[in-house]
């Protein structure tokens, strides 16, 4: 808890991430991953081993971007940094685990950006969504660009902003919620296809709420009915294991993992 406050206090973000749960957001999933570091080992070696095939096929190899890096719980790092001249790390908050992380490899470099399109819209800075991704991903040099468990956690805040609010968000109002999740994954998979490096995708696709009979309570499509294809292999990911969100409950999220998406 001090701990968390204390990240909440020192880490050098922007004020609209902090004002919107970006920076919370962050810090508490930095805690559960430390609690639940067991549970999730086998989903991010399985999204390792993903980038690590993208990484062997990739043509050019000049520079890598890892959207969503976070943490870099689920990033082969030296892998990328052996391979390419230069890797972006791209994510709304970088923490400081990361931020040490990174002091080992002379060939890092880090870009604080929303990639949901969604910030300066909920923040009033525009008047609609303007999902784009940084310009690093489009540059000649770029090789690989990799979205690492980051597809369904973009509507997330944008979603329940807009269902929590009276008042639209441009044209969108509180009865668009749905549509306004869909349109946002829609986006980041049209601006990723509209690449011309490789492309290399892992997100986790659904959420499932079950009991410790294996009896299902809930279930929820984190991707909002959008489709990605046929995946390289998919894999279940224990987010939230009995005792850590309920003492009967647990949560699993299946994921997939794509080494060449667009392919
Ligand atoms: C499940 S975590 C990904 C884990 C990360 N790859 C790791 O290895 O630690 C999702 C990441 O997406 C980032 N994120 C969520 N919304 C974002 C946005 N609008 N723009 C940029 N990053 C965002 C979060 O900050 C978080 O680091």
């Known amino acids: 808890m001090l701990l968390d406050l204390l990240h909440l206090l020192t880490t050098p973000a922007p004020s609209a991430q902090r004002r919107l749960g970006y920076l919370r957001d962050s810090i508490w999933l930095m805690s559960r991953a430390r609690r639940c570091r067991r549970a999730w080992a086998p989903h991010l070696e399985a999204s390792r081993a993903v980038m690590r095939a993208a ?9 890598a971007v890892v959207l969503g890096s976070g943490l870099l719980l689920d990033v082969p790092l ?3 940094t052996g391979a390419f001249r230069r890797v972006v790390l791209v994510d709304a908050v970088h923490l400081a685990p990361a931020r040490r992380a990174i002091r080992a490899f ?12 969604a910030m300066a819209l909920m923040t009033g800075g525009a008047r609609d969504l303007d999902p784009r991704l940084p310009p690093v991903c489009a540059e000649p040099g770029t090789g690989l660009v990799i979205s690492a468990n980051l597809l369904s956690q973009l509507p ?18 509180r009865e668009d919620g749905d549509a306004f999740g869909r349109r946002i994954v829609e986006a980041h998979l049209a601006a990723l296809a509209a690449l011309t490096a490789r492309v290399c995708l892992v997100t986790d696709l659904d959420e499932t709420e079950e009991d410790r009979q294996g009896r299902v309570h809930a279930r929820h499509d ?4 959008v489709r990605l294809g046929t995946p ?5 990911w224990e987010l939230a294991p009995f005792g850590e969100t309920a003492r009967n409950r647990r949560l699993t999220h ?10």
Not at 55 to 63: K, V
């Open 55 to 63: 990484i062997a096929g990739a043509e050019r190899r000049d520079t």
């Open 78 to 80: 030296a892998d990328l």
């Open 106 to 117: 002379a060939n890092v470099e880090m870009l604080t950006a929303d990639l949901s399109g």
């Open 156 to 173: 997330i805040r944008p979603v329940d902003r807009l269902e929590a609010s009276r008042r639209p968000l441009g044209a969108w109002t």
């Open 222 to 225: 984190l991707l909002y009915g």
């Open 232 to 236: 390289d292999r998919t894999w279940t």
């Open 254 to 263: 299946r994921v997939a993992g794509f080494a060449d998406w667009r392919r």
